[in-house]
């Protein structure tokens, strides 16, 4: 073989590492490349110094596996569709980069691909489209010139990849496929160009590449595991290839175990924060990467146990190798910068760079045999169980007599304008709110602002002739980290940007206590909005399951507990919002899917706990208020009856990605229904007539009178100037059909 394989694999490695940059560099550089004000020279010096600095760094810290091709424009998936020559037809450019960014961002009357969440996490992938027709081809160049990059530092790298299995499930079959056809019945032509990748990285002198399966932790058909093992049979058994290490995280292989044990790879990575080591002796022979440091919570690794989980590895499988339990992609870079934080709690936190060094500790402590002596199984992790009361389903009364006391007091026009609660964040927001921070402008003045921002909201709506207004967001950061920092329980950071999609990232609250919520949160910015307009204003709040699931939460309770605390603070503050006189109240559940169990068993009893606590935080509300709610990205498909049973009064899903799908499926509902029509993740603005077009298909669903209007999700991404151009479209399509009803 070329390469130096087979060399071991080193003590310690982390699946992969943020990119956004500490500084979200990264962020900075694209929009400025997006927006024209730098140019691709820029935009690549910006991303080589992120991926020098990050090698740089875990060589520092003493990491022994470093990971590359962990970078990305804007996400790993798409990077491997590229990879793959996937690109589909109508995206296909000279330009590669321009490609590459129409497909993420949709380009000039062409929408983007469809973007989702990538397991459970608040991480979005862009679905790449396989169709029987799609012609692949290998376009190595990226990983390649990642590891001549490092090489050039004096590292040496394991480019890390989407793996063949997981990169299909996760495709989507491409428009006009014909019936039955599933991305994963191009698996061998796939794996035949994965085949000719490691060649060429072998030819390059690469020890070892990782694969990352992530799929495998999820239930797979025994079709799909065969798949798995006649992959990784024939990647194996290539003359000219690096060693394999198949990567497995959020959650336990199952089934899928015993049949990558089958395969010929050198090594498999398991996540030992959501798995157990029960099967680990089957992986007998091959380097098992034990993932021990949790890669998507932020606290401390208990060193015993972990110490512990890796001795028993070795006992049972040979050669072990410390690491974390996923990419560190989902947590923050550093907590050493977070200095506002209470040292006491600082104290229990590790970010990335924490993480890192966490791991390189263990493999220490493990190759000098400590923790020998230590009890031989580490006892499971105190699984925290729920509080024992069964959770009462409440109920407010039946739809029909809500849906007439709403009528009575709203006066609504039939379909119904309004929008998902946000309007751009002006950049001048933005800078008062730092400058509140820094202490550099007052309370007052800060204030004065938003209630600006909130008049001018208020008369761009009413110039548009919307019907239900929203008073806009613009107090709030974010709409989690906001209502974190008025509830107890809650810490926030200063740095801690994760990303979520593209350049776009946020920043999780730590939920480390009891929630409480000291005082009212929304209702003077509700209250002053109403004030301003006669028409209904929606009061705006984020659902208890979505605070949690957009948090780093504790894990010395139980979730649902958690999660209760949360809804009881969410019912207060509805009650506090209709005494005010607010008519209208959404309360946002975009993160509903996002916790669902990876495998089907859990499924049930989370959706059973999650509805509760949905209805706990707003069955306090009278009949005459309104309840709305807002999914984005839902793939709604497996929730369905979740959300039904959510019994909101308005539900508001994003559609404009994949709208007949949407249509099919929530369309029966018997309550109020808004498919969102206008994509807000793109610049592009919907004419009217298209608007009115997917108005005119919704309404082939949803009778009109239960038929609402509205973008896709909140408007904050967008500029003042695409949402005021957009939204008068979509008022003159609503008015245009009422004509015709
Ligand atoms: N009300 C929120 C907003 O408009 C909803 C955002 C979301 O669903 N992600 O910004
Ligand atoms: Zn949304």
Known sequence: MTSSFPASFPESTVLGYPRIGPDRELKRALEAFWEGRSDRAALERTARRLR??????????????????????????????????????????????????????????????????????????????????TVFSLDAAKPLSEVREARALGLETRPVLVGPVTFLLLSQAAPGSPDGFAPLDRLDDVVEVYGRLLGALAAEGVGWVQLDEPALVADRTPAELAAVEAAYGRLGGLAERPALLVATYFGSLGEALPVLARTPVEAVALDLVRGTTDDVGLLAGKTVVAGVVPGRDVWRTDRDRALATLHAVRERAGRVVAGTSCSLLHVPYDVERETGLDPALRDRLAFAEQKVAEVVALAALLAEGAGTDAPRLPAPQAQPSASGAEIPHEGRAPYSVRAAAQAERLKLPLLPVTTIGSFPQTGELRRARAALAAGEIGEEAYESLVRAEIEHVIAVQERLGLDVLVHGEPERNDMVQYFAEHLDGFAVTRHGWVQSYGSRCTRPPILHGDVRRPEPITVRWARYAQSLTSRPVKGMLTGP?????????????????????????????????????????????????????????????????????????????????????????????????????????????????????????????????????????????PGADEVERLLEEALRAVPADRLWVNPDCGLKTRSHEQVEAALANVTEAAARLRERL
């Open 52 to 133: 020098e600095d990050t090698w740089r760094r875990l060589a520092e810290l003493g990491l022994g596996g470093l990971p590359s091709n962990t970078f990305s424009y804007y996400d790993h998936v798409l990077d491997t569709a590229v990879l793959l020559g996937a690109v589909p037809e109508r995206y296909r450019n000279d330009d590669d980069l321009a490609a590459y960014f129409a497909m993420a961002r949709g380009a000039d009357g062409l929408p983007p691909l469809r973007m989702t969440k990538w397991f459970d996490t608040n991480y979005h992938y862009i679905v790449p489209e396989i169709g029987p027709d």
């Open 545 to 685: 399951v979505t605070i949690v699931a957009w948090s780093f939460v504790r894990d010395d309770l139980p979730l649902r507990d958690v999660v209760f605390q949360v809804a009881d603070a969410v019912r207060e503050e509805v009650r506090d919002l209709e005494e005010a006189g607010i008519g209208v109240v959404q309360v946002d559940e975009p993160a509903l899917r996002e916790l669902l169990p990876l495998r089907r068993d859990g499924q049930a009893a989370y959706l059973e706990w999650a509805v509760a606590a949905y209805r706990r935080a707003t069955s306090g509300a009278g009949d005459h208020t309104q309840i709305h709610t807002h999914l984005c990205y839902s793939d709604a498909d497996q929730i369905l009856a979740a959300i039904d049973a959510l019994d909101a009064d308005v539900t508001s899903v994003e559609s404009a990605r994949s709208r007949g799908r949407v249509l099919a499926e929530v369309g029966g509902f018997g309550r109020g229904l808004g498919p969102g029509v206008y994509d807000i993740h793109s610049p592009r603005v």
